[in-house]
Each structure stands twice: as C-alpha cells, then as structure tokens.
C-alpha cells in the first residue's frame, strides 16, 4: 500500500463543473502539498498546508490531520484545467529535508 | 526568468552510453532535491543537498547513478551505462526555509 494514495485515478468533467480531488496518507506529515503537472512535464506548487484551508483564485485546498485526510477542489472547472494534480507529503520529523512522497496524481480532463 | 532549470530537456540515447543532466536551482536556495517520474506514477525520491552536502540518497539511486552540487549552487545528475529502464523524466526542485519546493521543468530521458 502506498503511503499516499489519491482518487479518483482520472477524472472526466463538462466545464463549469466543482471538481473534488482526494488525498489520503497514512504516515505522520508536516506538511501536503498539492501540485499542478502539465502535458510536458512540468510542475508547478498550487499549495503547501499543513492545518485548515486554503484559497487561491478557483482553487481551494483542505487538510484534516486527525483524519490523515486533503482535498483539492476547483470551482467553475475550465478546460485549461485539465492536467495531472498529485498529491506530496512532507514526513513529520524530516526537519530540514524537505524530501516528498508522492500520490500517483489524478488524471482530470475539462470537457468544454 | 529566475526559476528553475534544467538541462537538455529532452535526451535519447542508446544503452550502454552515459548521460549527464543539469539543474540550475533558483540562485538564493540551499536545498536541492532530484526525482525521478516514471509513466503514469508519481515522483520518486532520488537525493539531496543541502549546500554542496549530500545529504541523503534513496535506494533507488544504484552505484550507476552520481549526483554532484560541487559549490553548492547548480548540480549534476549523471548515469553511467544507461539501461532501458533508466527512461523517464528527472526532475529537480529547490528550496529555502520553509517555503516549499520549486519544481524545474524536467529532462525526459528515453534509453534506446
């Protein structure tokens, strides 16, 4: 069993929709982050929490510690949202190396 | 742009040939970590500095895989005597403090 594990695994939607992306691990973290990954490879940080919620633009990101538990939902989903969302966390304990372990990503693709 | 980068982004080569990968992390960060990302998975922690220290390296970093951050600014990521399943895309990621891990834009490696 991997230590992060995201569903759904790939994700079909109509644009406009509210997209909701699971994150579940089962190590102590000190951090999650969300990631973006587009066609080509590249990555790009949407967030880095470790308590609550947060909000950026459409995007918006909770954590439950107690629950071992994030989620990453987008609101108004656009077509230029399709690409790959992985789920990291930073092990708690790794003062200093800030090394993650990865979700294998969710597949989500925004029909117009 | 003062992001990160990496160096070629694209490299094939046949088995047997050695290959070196730059990475340019963005200039006031101290920490600098390589994955690797193989098809349809997640990243994988291969190593990483702090400085010019190496710090730790993952298991799956074999006796073929050397990685240098000679003066604790741009490192070097190289394998010897490629095999097939070598192929993927390498990323590299900086950081500083507690901010989070900015990922560079990867090389694709294809062994042929």
């Known amino acids: 069993k991997n230590e992060v594990e995201q569903s759904p695994q790939n994700l079909t939607a109509q644009e406009g929709e509210f997209i909701t992306i699971n994150c579940s691990y089962s190590v102590g973290i000190s951090a999650l982050h969300w990631l973006q990954q587009h066609p080509g490879g590249g990555i790009v940080s949407l967030f880095m929490?470790?308590?609550g919620k947060k909000k950026h633009g459409r995007l918006i990101a909770t954590i439950n510690i107690q629950e071992k538990h994030s989620s990453l939902h987008i609101t108004a989903s656009h077509p230029r949202d399709s690409a790959v969302y992985i789920c990291?966390?930073?092990?708690?304990?790794?003062?200093?190396?800030?090394?993650?372990?990865f979700g294998t990503g969710t597949r989500l693709t925004i029909i117009p | 742009d003062t992001g990160v980068s990496q160096d070629p982004r694209h490299k094939i080569t046949k088995r047997g040939q050695n290959v070196t990968f730059r990475c340019d992390p963005i200039?006031?960060?101290?920490?600098l970590y390589w994955y690797r990302q193989t098809l349809g998975q997640g990243p994988e922690f291969l190593t990483y500095f702090q400085n010019e220290a190496q710090l730790e390296k993952s298991r799956l970093l074999s006796d073929r895989f050397s990685a240098e951050r000679p003066k604790g600014s741009f490192s070097t990521l190289e394998i010897q005597r490629t095999e097939q399943g070598d192929s993927a895309m390498y990323l590299c990621?900086?950081?500083?403090?507690?901010?989070?891990?900015?990922f560079g834009p990867g090389t694709r490696l294809t062994v042929t």
């Open positions: 990291a966390v930073r092990l708690g304990g790794s003062f200093g190396n800030e090394k993650l372990t």
């Open positions: 990621a900086s950081s500083f403090g507690a901010l989070g891990q900015y």
């Open positions: 200039s006031e960060h101290n920490r």
């Open positions: 929490l470790s308590s």
